[in-house]
């Protein structure tokens, strides 16, 4: 029998009906409490799909088995709660959560499950992910050795950053996270983006489509959302859509950028679980679940033996605490961390990179010899001038008195020309080199410029 494609009309049903498992388990609801639903029944097993069947034309809510307790099964919804009451009934369906992907996914906008919320009809594909897909082995993870270019003067020169790395965003509020995002997603040479916004304000979504991203940006970007007022549930299976879809697009030999917005509200609902299903509270009031859960997400993310996928992950740092749980955990688990200041924001200093508290752990695998040189001599003279600016600042410094100092003081609005950066402007890497040459002093070679530059382990790009 020849295979029918599933654009079509009679496609989509034939792809629904073998989708349908014609047994269901069943069960009841018997408590209602918070977050949490219990049921007698059916027989699932833990992250199985089910659907509630509310009265009243409250109609179907989603859920997930969350926990077992003897027989009892703790749920909790995708939706809103209301509406349920106990007798409900509960059908398993036999499945975890599945994303449909294919390249329709370019340009449109999805919530936690996967359904589009745009409004450009629904996305027809047989082939599915695994929202919960176990990280590639580590044995066949391509060894990182290409730079990859994000348009960001200070990102690009200073903090090179590998396909297939992993970063931190770390910054309090108001700092400027969403906006670095936007410039990376926009400016950057990767072939896909995928920007899952977790637990962000139902305002910024569409401002960050049409702000930071634009119409040039989305062509080439899928954008996954789970605002603030949804259930934890929802901005928890969020996160984990966001990295299918990645994983999807890397599958297929592309090189992705994911952008991430937040860990911090992924460990939170998380956290909301993990007490509602009865776990104790462990550091700070979060459970032994969030830090199990994390490495678990993040490491889903690098290279593979097909293509990459180079992940952005703000971290919000609650009171400016570097050492916080959260932002203890994930700086442990990435390949590196840039750190946004306040001191910086405050006196408009965009974006906001604090370029010595912040690190790339792959940059000197990917970027040349003099380049290297480069970056390490401007690193040098901001220390200098770090560590002397109280001085300078009160008139207490003589010039002439410190060589090391008077040369950082002759380079600092240089300097600070090259890392101030507007929202709307796109450096390119050669750009970004000739400026960070000229500072030093160094002519960088052509072929240190090139995007998805190999690194000096590998030769010649």
């Known amino acids: 029998m020849t295979a029918v494609p599933a654009d079509t009309i009679i496609g989509k049903y034939l792809e629904t009906a073998s989708q349908v498992d014609p047994i269901k388990c069943g069960g009841r609801v018997v408590k209602v409490q918070g977050l949490l639903i219990e049921s007698r029944g059916p027989q ?4 199985e799909q089910c659907r509630i069947e509310a009265p009243k ?19 909790m919804a995708y939706d809103d ?7 409900c009934r509960v059908i398993a369906s036999g499945q975890r959560l599945e994303i449909p992907v294919s390249e329709q996914l370019l340009g449109r906008v999805l919530d936690c499950m996967g359904r589009p919320l745009d409004g450009k009809g629904g996305i027809a594909s047989p082939l599915r992910y695994s929202a919960a897909a176990l990280p590639p082995d580590p044995l066949t993870r391509q060894r990182i ?3 990859i270019v994000t348009g960001v003067r200070a990102i690009d020169g200073l903090l090179s950053v590998g396909r297939g790395q992993r970063l931190g965003i770390f910054a309090g509020s108001g700092v400027g996270k969403s906006t670095l995002l936007g410039m990376i997603a926009r400016n950057t040479n990767a072939g896909v983006n995928v920007v899952a916004l977790i637990g962000e304000r139902g305002r910024e979504v569409n401002d960050f489509i049409a702000n930071d991203l634009g119409s040039g940006g989305m062509t080439k970007t899928v954008v996954v959302v789970s605002p603030s007022n949804s259930p934890p549930l929802a901005r928890l299976r969020g996160a984990y859509t966001a990295t299918a879809v990645a994983e999807y697009f890397r599958d297929q030999g592309m090189d992705v950028m994911l952008l991430f917005d937040s860990v911090t509200r992924y460990a939170r609902a998380q956290r909301e679980i993990g007490l509602a299903i009865g776990e104790p509270p462990a550091t700070r009031g979060y459970t032994p679940s969030v830090f199990d859960s994390m490495p678990k997400l993040l490491e889903r993310c690098g290279a593979s033996d097909r293509g990459t996928i180079t992940g952005f992950y703000t971290i919000l740092v609650d009171g400016d605490d570097m050492d916080e ?9 990435l390949d590196g961390h840039i750190v946004l200041s306040r001191r910086l924001a405050e006196s408009y200093h965009y974006p906001a990179v604090d370029v010595l508290g912040s690190i790339s752990r792959l940059a000197p695998a990917v970027s040349g010899p003099v380049t290297r040189k480069a970056a390490g001599y401007i690193r040098h003279l901001m220390a200098v001038y770090n560590e002397a600016e109280d001085l300078i600042n009160v008139g207490a410094y003589r010039q002439g008195s410190n060589p090391a100092i008077d040369e950082a003081i002759a ?5 600070d020309a090259f890392l101030i ?10 750009d970004t080199c000739r400026l960070m040459g000229e500072i030093a002093g160094m002519e960088i070679p052509p072929e240190e410029t090139l995007p998805y530059r190999k690194g000096p382990r590998d030769g010649a790009p």
């Open 145 to 147: 050795t290409r730079r």
């Open 411 to 415: 380079k600092k609005a240089a300097i």
């Open 421 to 430: 950066q507007a929202v709307d402007e796109r450096s390119s890497i050669g």
């Open 325 to 333: 749980p959260v932002s203890d955990t994930v700086r442990g688990i």
């Open 44 to 47: 699932a097993i833990i992250g």
């Open 57 to 75: 034309g409250e109609g179907i809510i989603h859920a997930e088995v969350v926990g077992l307790r003897e027989d009892t099964v703790q749920l």
């Open 81 to 87: 709660t209301g509406g349920i009451e106990v007798g």
